[in-house]
């Protein structure tokens, strides 16, 4: 079994920061890919940013030169620094990852997703 564990979201007034954070525990062989993706109410999922194991990173347009996406493979932890925050980030982010466990299987499990509200 593999569990993604969010945290770090928050109500932040328009221009702010928030960091978000996401740890996998469990039976875990190897992470590659992670990922933030995000919901806004009354909108399909979205694709934030993705983080490759060896840290190649890719960003949706709408973040570009606002969030960064690291990572760090030793804590099993991907993290989501947003900066110059605007109301139309607000959202449910949620943190993917791409797992191996332990017994080989192959797996791409979501964590429980934490909430962001930028006020205007």
């Known amino acids: 079994q593999v569990q993604l564990v969010e945290s770090g979201g928050g109500l932040v007034q328009a221009g702010g920061s928030l960091r978000l954070s996401c740890t996998a525990s469990?039976?875990?062989?190897?992470?590659?890919?992670m990922a933030w993706h995000r919901q806004a109410p009354g909108k399909q999922r979205e694709l934030v940013a993705t983080i490759t194991r060896s840290g190649s990173t890719d960003y949706e347009d709408a973040v570009k030169g606002r969030f960064t996406i690291s990572r760090d493979n030793a804590k099993n932890t991907v993290y989501l620094q947003m900066n110059s925050l605007k109301p139309e980030d607000t959202a449910v982010y949620y943190c993917?990852?791409?797992?191996?466990?332990?017994?080989?299987?192959?797996?791409?499990?979501w964590g429980q997703g934490t909430q962001v509200t930028v006020s205007s």
């Open positions: 993917n990852a791409a797992v191996i466990a332990i017994s080989g299987f192959w797996g791409s499990y």
């Open positions: 469990g039976s875990i062989f190897r992470i590659n890919d």
